[in-house]
């Protein structure tokens, strides 16, 4: 297994390579914010789509992604793969199935990544010599998991609701109701989707957190983060209620490795009361954690959250 981690942790550290262009878009239009300043974490591009005749005199859903230089234009990745999310929301708005949406693309933070991906109070509840075996792990080259940062989620999620929303909202025709609002991401970026909500219910109204990467790290041996997560979403998952999480998973790549962790965690969600109104949870069999496999699957999260 660790021969395994060791040759396929490219795919989650590759995502610190930045594109520049501007991403080039079929249907709708992309509108950059170069450098988006910030006071609790590095500035970043933020790339919003917006649909097909977007009407100012209109109200939309606003779906906020992590990785955003990933989502919209292989030309511009670095491994030319990209989830097409323009494509995929066009289609389902053309038949009807969704309700309209801007997509509000959030470049990662290149090397600090992992550091403000991973969610923070869950590891808070580790031991000290849990949290000290966590900080040396170690990379395939040899460099630290967080690459020597100091964990910084709850900053990133201050930046998002704090900063990030308030300027979408007050440049674009949007929707401000928690219940308009959604988060997603796979990978790390499925971990952080996961932690908004629960911290901010009253900003978030649904997840959407594919391929999620349980183990935090990359080694599943004496490996103390999944139960932590587990621990946390226990005790503060959001009201079934009026909240939605979907989550989904593979069989290949690094996905071999979620199989028996996200049931536990569907375990959790239906003590807690989630329900098929409020949340989903996919298999998908002979399926790989990569952009291809993401945006072949996109669609079902979208109807799940934002159906007509």
Sequence with gaps: MKRCLVSIVFLLVAHFTYAQSIPKVETGSIVR????????ITNRNIDIWLPQDYNVNK???????????????????????????QSSITKLIKENIIKEVIVVGIWNGGE????????????????????NSIKVAVRQNNASVFNNYELNADNYLKFMVEELKPFIDKKFSTNTNFDKTFIAGSSMGGLISM??????PNVFGGAICMSTHWPGIFEMENNPIPQA???YLEANLPNPKNHKLYFDYGDQTLDALYPP???KVDQIMRK????EKSWMTQFFKGQEHSEVAWSGRIHIPLTFMLAK
């Design 195 to 200: 932690y908004a909500i629960c911290e901010y």
């Design 33 to 40: 914010v170069e450098n988006f300043s910030s006071k609790y």
């Design 261 to 263: 962790l996200q049931n």
């Design 59 to 85: 109200k939309y859903a606003v779906l906020y992604m992590q990785d955003g230089q990933m989502l919209f234009d292989s030309n511009t990745t670095w491994n030319k793969k990209s989830w097409m999310m």
């Design 272 to 275: 807690k009361g989630y329900t």
């Design 229 to 231: 997560f587990r621990s």
């Design 112 to 131: 600090r990544r992992h550091s403000e991906y991973f969610p923070q109070k869950p590891f808070e509840m580790l031991t000290s010599e849990q949290k």
